[in-house]
């Protein structure tokens, strides 16, 4: 029993992670209706941000440090991403593109810090574990929980409670009329798509003491908050949330219960859910609900 | 209240091919065949001239070329983009080089079987598929062709992690081994001019036309009697057995299969093919595949490995600059004012 | 009408193909060498030899490393060879045969080398058996593990100077067995090469009397979160592990299974490749007291080992790791059998390696045996803490 607890408090600090990255990924979908196959990149980068800033476990402050950095990086990646894709229209072509685009970017990373297996410690003083259900659990994995509801809370009361969400929602749902209301659409996209950047290389960052840094990390976290956005529902913030924790306590819980077909799970998750429901759990296509 | 997944209208509805379209296809014809002739000609008699690894590489090229244009049939074709065709292409690969190793090295036999084997495993699967469209038809196949490779991986019976080598060299109608590189390209060379043809045939007659109008505007085609569900389920298993078949010859060249050659890396660079060389135009990606099995093969090694970064920048090359692939630059001068972007 | 044109536009090239196919198969007799089967090596001036090795991707650490540690050995020999001059042409093996197989075909048809060293991925060196085979050229394989390469699908021309995955795992099990205070818990990635060092260990590990407690094999190169797996080991009541991961892996399941807080209440045994080169680096203070089993340590403490770490850190900037000595030892194979065949290549050149007698290596003598495996001593380390950094420490001897 003890087992699963602690599995499943395992899935949620891995949903907390993949909510941050996934989050922007749906948005960019759902307001622009491109699939940005270089956000693994854009996580990537803010891993080795973390590996340049904080690698070798110093302080606190080097590790709140990094996260910004990353942040910024993420923002600027993703404003520049927004720009080439608005100059393209079809949607095989603007997918391709930041395929290619992730495709430098891994290469570059590749290019910088070398192929090697890198490493990045917890900040030194949550580096300890504790005793939960009668295992030593990691504090920072509980960290990163508590920064995933955090994460949730904010976006929530930003989406639903403020006049920018307002305009957000406005914009994926009726883009023409807004334009028309005389708020510059283009500023909005491209502020989302750099926000949702900014927070997968934030999220780059907090997963480092916990997946590290190393070529072809991109992918396999690209092809997680693939699955976690397609089950939840293009586009919808609650669809990431819940995608999010989903994914996560099937790895975790999955993995305790069925270890055969650990390989097989997200996928036939996945699977399962579009079978039943083709536009995800909580689909929000023509609306960003939080 | 928008599906998901359903293109709205003529602009969203070009989400994918847009390569010579139909109704200019029938007239270039004629001038096509002779440069189809040169073309044929040439690669024939590249034995001839070139060495054994430059052949070696360009019966690669050939048996990759036949999983493009199993893609470009899905997605150009038919606007289904796809990142599971690699999966079919591996069941054709291991099935030929299970053949090759237990029951026969007939050539032939092998890529029938490639191609049978191929055909059944999207018919199994594609059901699943088809039942969508757009990014959740992409994520479904990505999810098919990720658990095929996950398979084949764990898998002992077909070599798990290790693949399946020592492969016996292929034989044609009884004949002796065919060990000399040059032989066994003619061979590929044969089969995928065969199965090019096949492709091209299907796509210009009328069950082509029908594919084409899935994919331009579905709701029409519905209104006027069609099936569209039908039409791309037996798209996905035609496919799928055109995959099994350039399998089959991939195994015939190399002798060996491993799990690396399906999965997503191989299915993100047939698509990319497809948009280097003009989704729809079916000869187009046949080059694009030419261009990027060289790059990610023989370019990568002089410049230490970085290929990808030049795959990428191609890429976003080609998306700025050739919007229709390659392909695209021989329609240039008939200006056909569709608006389409 | 557009389907007839289409079926002519597709039978029209027929003839021509046909008549060129005759023609050529006519002219094959004198033909282009792409027509017949290549064969033999070349003998006279310099020695060509292929360096086939990752320099790219996840593997290209180890690639680095085997380049170092051939290059060493050339340098130490002025550049040669079997008494000739070398000259060293790399190629990128890539992650697997899909980049592999087409760069050793350039390596052998292409640059006409007269050997190839390398190979780091057992797919790879699996799959180009038949080829360096058929192209009678010998292959010297200097990491790949897999059991078959020199079992089931032995060749005379594929000779291997680093280890097999059921020998490695083999040498532990006698030693775990007296030192673990109950049942051991085996955990690998699930590939051929976590299965075959688990099947070796197990089987040298119960026939010394050992009890296994529970056997896992967790996702290859899927796995980045190893608590299940971990938590699993915890209630089975198990007294010791016995882990087989390498690179990215490896530093995930040490680094967790510390900060899960079995390192203190469960010792962790392994191959060597759990702790070994930039993996330990990227570890650090988790490894501390991992103990694994592997035929060489960069502080083996014989004076042959002083010497050349002593060179190579010279030259190279950082210790050497076991992939610098596979690829050092496949130099000094090769400049004995060169030595004997006077630089030719071919069937001499691949039984001359068969009569090269033992080689004088860092990690201890050793021979080929009848596998064209290495026969080598096996020792077992312990990672320590030395001056602030973690080295692999050798306690003894694994018989």
């Known amino acids: 029993m003890d087992t699963y607890l602690v599995s499943v408090l395992n899935g949620l600090s891995m949903g907390s992670l993949l909510f941050a990255i996934a989050l922007g990924l749906s948005l960019v979908f759902g307001m622009m209706d491109v699939l940005n196959l270089a956000h693994g990149a854009v996580y990537l980068a803010g891993a080795y941000v973390a590996v340049a800033l904080a690698g070798d476990g110093t302080g606190l402050m080097a590790f709140v440090l990094a996260v910004l950095a990353a942040a910024v990086v993420g923002a600027l990646l993703g404003g520049a991403l927004a720009g080439l894709t608005r100059t393209t229209r079809r949607h095989l072509d603007q997918a391709l593109l930041t395929l290619g685009v992730a495709l430098v970017v891994a290469e570059l990373l590749s290019l910088a810090f070398g192929d090697d297996v890198r490493s990045i410690a917890a900040p030194a003083p949550v580096d300890d574990g504790v005793k939960i259900f009668g295992a030593t659990y990691p504090v920072y994995r509980l960290l990163v929980i508590g920064f995933g509801i955090v994460l949730a809370v904010a976006v929530y009361l930003l989406i639903e409670r403020s006049a920018l969400g307002s305009v957000i929602r406005a914009t994926v749902s009726d883009r023409a009329m807004v334009s028309a209301l005389g708020i510059n659409t283009g500023r909005v996209l491209v502020g989302v798509f750099a926000a949702g950047a900014a927070l997968a290389a934030a999220g780059g960052v907090l997963a480092g003491p916990i997946l590290g840094a190393q070529p072809g990390l991109d992918e396999k976290v690209l092809l997680l908050a693939l699955v976690v956005v397609v089950i939840g529902g293009l586009g919808s913030v609650r669809g990431a949330l819940l995608g999010a924790v989903l994914i996560g306590q099937v790895q975790a819980v999955g993995t305790t219960l069925l270890p055969e077909f650990a390989s097989f799970l997200i996928f036939a998750a996945m699977a399962v859910v579009l079978l039943l429901r083709p536009a995800g759990l909580l689909p929000a296509r023509s609306a960003v609900h939080a | 209240m928008k599906a998901v997944d359903a293109p709205a209208g003529p602009d969203t509805a070009r989400m994918t091919a847009n390569g010579p379209d139909e109704p200019a296809g029938i007239r270039p014809h004629r001038a096509r065949i002779p440069v189809a002739l040169a073309v044929l000609a040439v690669l024939a008699a590249a034995p001839l001239v070139l060495g054994p690894f430059p052949i070696t590489t360009m019966a690669r090229i050939l048996a990759f070329a036949v999983l493009v244009l199993s893609v470009d049939l899905l997605t150009g074709v038919t606007g289904l983009p796809t990142l599971g065709q690699a999966a079919y292409f591996g069941v054709g690969a291991y099935t030929a080089v299970l053949v090759g190793l237990h029951i026969t090295s007939d050539a032939l036999v092998q890529v029938i079987a490639g191609l049978a084997m191929g055909l059944a495993a999207a018919g199994l699967t594609g059901w699943v598929a088809v039942r969508a469209r757009g990014i959740v038809f992409l994520m479904l196949t990505l999810a098919i062709g990720e658990s095929v490779h996950q398979l084949a991986d764990t898998w002992s019976a077909v070599g798990g992690s290790n693949g399946l080598s020592g492969m016996p060299p292929i034989t044609l109608f009884g004949g002796s081994p065919l060990l000399a590189p040059g032989l066994v390209y003619w061979w590929v060379l044969v089969v995928a001019v065969a199965v090019f043809a096949g492709v091209a045939l299907v796509a210009r007659s009328p069950y082509g036309r029908t594919l084409r109008g899935v994919r331009d505007n579905e709701s029409r085609m519905r209104a006027l009697g069609y099936r569209p569900a039908l039409a791309r389920y037996s798209v996905f298993c035609l496919a799928g057995a055109v995959a099994g078949a350039g399998g089959a010859l991939w195994a015939a060249q190399a002798r060996f299969v491993s799990p690396g050659d399906m999965g997503f890396d191989v299915a993100a660079l047939a698509l990319l093919s497809v948009v280097i060389g003009g989704a729809g135009s079916l000869w187009g990606p046949c080059l694009g595949a030419a261009l990027v099995l060289l790059v990610r093969d023989n370019l990568s090694g002089y410049i230490g490995g970085h290929g990808p970064l030049v795959l990428g920048l191609m890429f976003v090359i080609v998306v700025f600059v050739l919007p229709r692939g390659v392909a695209g630059l021989t329609g240039l001068q008939r200006a056909r004012g569709k608006g389409a972007r | ?169 083999a040498a532990l099990g006698p030693a775990v067995a007296k030192e673990a205070e109950g049942g051991v818990y085996l955990i690998a990635a699930d590939y051929a090469a976590g299965r075959e060092m688990v099947a070796g260990f197990r089987k040298a590990f119960e026939a010394a009397g050992g009890k296994v407690a529970g056997e896992k094999y967790t996702p290859f190169g899927k796995t980045q979160d190893y608590q299940p797996y971990l938590s699993a080991i915890r209630s089975s009541g198990a007294k010791a592990v016995y882990a087989f991961y390498a690179g990215a892996e490896a530093v995930s399941f040490v680094k967790q299974y510390k900060q899960f807080g079995l390192s203190d209440e469960i010792d962790l045994y392994g191959t060597g490749f759990l702790t070994e080169g930039d993996v330990l680096k990227a570890q650090g203070q988790a490894a501390v007291g991992t103990k694994t089993s592997l035929h060489y340590s960069a502080e083996l403490d014989t004076p042959r080992n002083k010497e050349f770490v002593a060179a190579y850190q010279k030259a190279f900037n950082e210790p050497p790791t076991v992939y610098s000595v596979q690829a050092y030892d496949a130099a000094a194979a090769l400049d004995k059998a060169l030595a004997k065949t006077k630089g030719a290549g071919g069937q001499k050149l691949a039984e001359a390696l068969g009569e090269v007698g033992p080689i004088d290596s860092p990690r201890g003598s050793w021979t080929f045996d009848a596998a064209h495996d290495a026969q080598q001593k096996y020792y077992l380390r312990e990672v320590r803490s030395s001056g602030g950094t973690m080295v692999n420490a050798v306690v003894s001897e694994l018989s």
Request: with cysteine.
């Open chain 3, 1 to 169: 009408m557009g389907v007839l044109s289409a079926i002519a536009r597709t039978l029209r090239p027929a003839p021509a193909v046909a008549a060129l196919t005759a023609g050529a198969l006519a002219l094959s007799a004198c033909g282009g060498s792409s027509l017949d089967q290549s064969g033999g090596g070349e003998s006279g001036g310099p020695v060509k030899i292929g360096l086939l090795i990752p320099l790219s991707g996840v593997y290209a650490p180890l690639g680095q490393d085997m380049r170092d540690g051939f290059t060493l050995y050339l340098d130490q020999h002025g550049g040669k060879l079997g008494g000739r001059e070398a000259e060293v042409v790399s190629a990128d093996e890539g992650e697997g045969p899909q980049t592999g197989v087409p760069a050793a075909q350039k390596l052998v048809s292409q640059d006409r080398t007269t050997a190839v060293v390398g190979v780091v991925n057992s797919a790879t060196a699996l799959g180009l058996r038949d080829f360096f085979t058929e192209s009678k050229q010998p292959l010297l394989v200097a990491n790949a593990g897999a059991d078959a390469i020199t079992a089931g699908r032995k060749s005379d021309y594929v000779w291997r100077t680093s280890f097999a995955n059921g020998k490695v795992g």
